[in-house]
Structures are given as C-alpha cells and as structure tokens.
C-alpha cells in the first residue's frame, strides 16, 4: 500500500556490481518505503538475481559504485548474518540443499538468533516444535519435512514453500522473493500466496521478482519494475505487468506512454 | 637366544618384553602361533616413508620410547570408567593398558554369547582361537600384526553360536592409563552361521601421556551371519595408535562397520575384509576428526574373493589445522569374481589452509562382468551453503561449524547403538563448537 508519509525501508542509487570481473548490475535505482509491494520482472539474465544477492551480501559479489541504504543503514559495509538480523530477507530462486543438517535445528537456531537479536524469548526445541507446526499449518507444509535435512531431496516447490516458511518465522521487514512462484503447483501458489499476503503489513515491504502475472493476481504490487541489462529501465503501476504479459518486454521499447505514470 | 634381529628397535623391544617374562599360556596352539611370529619379527623391521604402504605416514618418532608392557592394570578409582560405559546394557569387556580386567567386565545376556580370556581359554573358545587366531590377521608381512601376536599378553575371544542373536551390543573398552607403556590388545569374535551381533571396540585414554597401543581384532562371519562392528578410537593427544582389523565374510553373510578415528597423535588403521563367499556383502564407513598436529591414516582393503558379492564403502576425512588425513582404499576384484558390486567414495574436507590429505583410491579389477565405481574429492565448505546460512542471521562461525559438523553427521548417524551415537555426536559439538 502506496503512503507517501511512511519511512523508506530501501534506498539504492546507482548501484553498479561485478562478478567475477565481469559487471552485471549497471546502476540500478530502487527506493522502497515500508508497506509498499515491488514486483521487478525482466528478461533472463538482465540481473533481478544478482540484485537479490547484492542486497543480501553474497560474498561473491561486489558493489563497484552507487549506494545501498537499507533504514538509512549503509549496508555495503555489513555481513549477510547483519543484514538478515536487521532484518533482510531473501528467498532464493535455487534454495541450497545442506545434507546432515535437519530443518528443525535449522529453523530453530535461524529463528533464536534473530530473537536473540530484538531482545526477544528464544525458544527451546519443544516449544519451537509446537510454534513451527503453526506455521506451517498456514503454509499447509507436511510436518514431515521438519525431520528432513534442510532442502535435500525436497521437490522444486517444496524447496519454495520451505523458503516461505522460514520469511514467516523470521518476520523481516524487507523480504525479496526471487521467482518464489516458478515451480509451484496452482493450489501451492495460491496457498504460498495467501501466506505471504498475511505476513504483509504497514511496517514491512516486499519485492517479488517474478516471470508471470498470475502471481501478481494473488499479491497485488503497488510498482513493477522492468530490469533490462542491470537497470530498471521502467517503472509503473501493476497495469504494467498485465501490459507485459500481453505485449511481450520489446514493447517497452516502442511504447513510452507508460513511463509517464512513474512517480 | 643368539638370532640377530634386523632391525635394532625391534631388538632392544624384544629384548626389554624377554626380561619381564613371558606370560604363561594354557593352549599350547598360542605358545607356537607366538613363537612364529617372533622369529618373524627377526626378519622385519619398522616401516618407513619409504615404503609405499607409510609413504604418508612418518612413525619414526615411534623408535624414540621403547614403551614396556604394563606391570600392573591399575587405575586410581576405577568407578569413574563408568562414564565410558554405554547407557544401554552391553555385554562389557574392559581391558586397561592391554590387560583384560574381569573385574570391571560384565555380560549382560542370557548366556548365550560366549566369552573366553586368552589366558583361560576352554571348550569352544579353545577349538575356535585354534582355528581362527592368527589366521585371519597375517603377520608374515606385517611388523605390527607380528608384534601383536608375539607380545599380547591378553586377548578375548567372543563366540556367538550358530543361529543366535545377540540383542544387547558387546562393548569392548580398551583404556589407556596414560603411563609410557605399550597394549598389544588381541580380540576374535566368531559369529557362527545365521548368527546375529554388534560389536562396539572403543579406545579412550584415562588421562594424557604418550603410550603405545597395537591392536589386533579379526572377525570371523559365517554362513548368512550379520556383524555389526563399530570402532571409536580418541585416545590421547600424543599417543600412538596402530591397529589392523582382519575380517573374513562367508557366503551371504553381511559386515558392517564404522570406523571413527578422532584421537591419537599419529594413528594408522588397516582394514582388510575379505568377501570370501559367494553373496558376501559389507559396508565399510568412516571418518577421521583431527585437528591440531594429529594424522590419521585409514587403510582399507575389500578383497572380493567370490562372486556375487558387494560393497559399499563411505569414508571422510575432515582435517583442521596442521592435521594430515591419509586415505588409501584399495579394491580387488578376483578374476572368478563375477557379479562383484562394488562402491567407493571419499570426501575430504579441509578446514585450514596447512590442513593437509592424501587420498589413494585403487581399484584392481579382474573380473568383466562387474559393476565398480568409485570417487574421491577433497575440498572446502561450499560457499553456497554457507552463504545460504549466514543470510539465515547464522555467524560465518557458527555457519561453519554446522557444515561441518553435518559432513561428519553423515558418518555419525550410521552408528546403530543410541547412546554412543548421542556421545559421539556431542563430541563432535564440541570439537566443532557449535552449542
Ligand atoms: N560468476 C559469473 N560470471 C559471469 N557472469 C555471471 C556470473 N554469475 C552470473 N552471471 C551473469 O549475470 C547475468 C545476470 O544473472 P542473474 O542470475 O542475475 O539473472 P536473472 O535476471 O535473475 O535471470 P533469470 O530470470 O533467468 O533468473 C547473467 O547473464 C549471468 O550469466
Ligand atoms: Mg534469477
């Protein structure tokens, strides 16, 4: 929901960043302010995912020029562990499988540190089991998967609701949610869907990158924004989604009546 | 005697174990099997890095104690071994400083297993020690396997009789007190055919101290029979610990082993199996843990000897600081072997940046009609999951650690007994500092 009055969560200017030598993103500019919902779409390629890393401090990434202010907060100069306890949050395009480690240890010690953080109650592995099966209700996870270890041989759309359940137990206040949708069955989207809309809130933001709009008809954004190259070259309301998915992304190239609905 | 020994070492340990006098046996088939293998000794000397087998592995600063038996077994307030004991019953064996102590040593079973000492042998243990001792575990070529036969002073032997199960683990528990001394601890277990057991050898170190154990365990499997074997080896910091495991499987029995191998300053396991009937089949895991200056050095030899057999084999290493992991994996398929199913894999993890690992696997195949594979890697924490991690709000430390501990998991959870597995997996918290 668009306030002009309520405080800028995000704020990237200019954002340049190189991987392996090779840079990718090319001055991106981006601001985000709390209750707001963002949906960057764009070619394969165009760097939505580098985006995603850059903004949660992949080691392998770095940040050439411009400026990332994550509260007002430099985040350049802060380690992943910082950005996810201030309170950052990524859902990865390919959730990583860690062989030997359990989900529920992993969830549990994820959730206590960033208690642990805001000064509040951790939870020991009881009281955690009773909280993290709530959880998943909402996400209509089997409790099964708790026992598992984290993501090994979980289905690409299992991997995705697992991602969703760990946002919805650590409650960032700027959650990014790359491709959270590619993957997942009709009804697992709509229930993913329908998780995310309740985590949602004045006080928090969302980006979604995403290929389709079919998810953009559950989580309806405030902005989409096109990626080509390492920028975001267009930015409008939700009609430019539905635009998009009639007309293809070379159409932004012929029609630029759209970008007079920017901000 | 007027026989020169080749190698002086050799000589001067022969010569100090003569002095304290030779231990009285019962079974005259001992006396002979013991003989022979002292005159063999003559002719063999301590191994170096020259040889292709210690290529890695540098026991010269072994020649440096001339470690002695120990006189008496004794620790001050033996109760406290208590907290080594498993929580589940066991059928228990204690041996301190290679001394089998009775008093310590408790079955608790229906009597069916049976339990002999070296030195007392009788009935069945007597026919089977004849049989068996020795011949599973060649000393010809093996200057460690020969001074074990030739120095033991006691031994166990361990018979399940055919077609029984065995419910309650048989916990072996080899202690050593810390003093300069040498245990030259010998076991057999002889499963009968159909017969069902498992067998917990664990070697823990009362307190600090450089002492010398050279362990000698041969196992034989009958027909159909299954054996569970697990091994734990954290003796202390600075003592040497060499030992070979000599197991022979009949047709369609089955062996299983985890071998674990996390103290020591320098420690070299040799495992040989043997798949000497047709069906045989075993699974041979393990992992080293070492830090600081330790090696560990973990040779296996899966000799599939009939056909139809298979094996599977998971072993890792991880290596911290100056350690040194040494794996060499050595599988022969024999020409008659058809139908072999054999598996091997080696992951290594290297946590530092002198962390140090040779890995040798060797397949010898001899048979067309087989299906082998094997694979060995050596790496670091992978950087994905890492990153996966910390983006979770995990310290890059604690991140780490959790890899790290959930690469040795892999190994950890395939010991079967609960309590043991719950204290190993403790044990490894605590090295990798996780809480
Ligand atoms: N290590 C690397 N070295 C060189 N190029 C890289 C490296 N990693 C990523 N790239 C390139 O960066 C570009 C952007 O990749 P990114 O994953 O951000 O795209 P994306 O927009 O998320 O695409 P998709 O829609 O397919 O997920 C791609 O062309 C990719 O090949
Ligand atoms: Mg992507």
Redesign the pocket.
Known sequence: MINANSKILLEVHDLHAT????E?LKGVDITVRSGEIHAIM????????????VLAGHP?YEVTRGTLLFDGQDLSALAPEERARAGIFLAF?YPVEIPGVANNQFLRLAYNTVQGQRGEEELDPLEFDDFVREKMKLLKMNPDFLDRSVNEGFSGGEKKRNEILQMALLEPRLALL??TDSGLDIDALRIVANGVNQLSNKDNALIL?T?YQRLLDYIVPDYVHV?EA?RIIRTSGKELAQALETHGYDWIHTNEQITGALP | MSTVIWDDYLEKLIESWRKEGEPSRTVSYLNRLRANALSRIESLRLPTIRDEEWRFTDISSLRNTLFPRASTASLPGLDSQKSTFLDEPTCRLVFVDGQYMPGLSGLTDDGSIIVCSLSELTGICASKTEQYLGQLADFQDDVFVALNTALMHDGICIVIPANVSITVPVHILYITSGKEVAAYPRCLLVAESEAEVTIVEEYVAWQEGVSLTNAVTEIYVGESARVNHIRVQREASQAFHIANNSTFVAKTAHYDSVNLALGARISRFDQKITLAGEGAECQIDGLALIADRQLADTHTFIDHASPHGRSRQLHKCIVDESAHGVFSGEIMVRPHSQQTDARQLNHNLLLSEKARMDTKPQLEIFADDVKCAHGATVGQLDKESLFYLQSRGFAEEVARNLLTYAFGGEIINRVIVASLRQRLEEYILVRTRIS
């Open positions: 991987v392996s030598g090779a990718i764009g070619l394969n390629g165009s760097g939505k995912s580098t985006f995603a890393k392998s395009q790359d491709e990158v290929h990626m390492g």
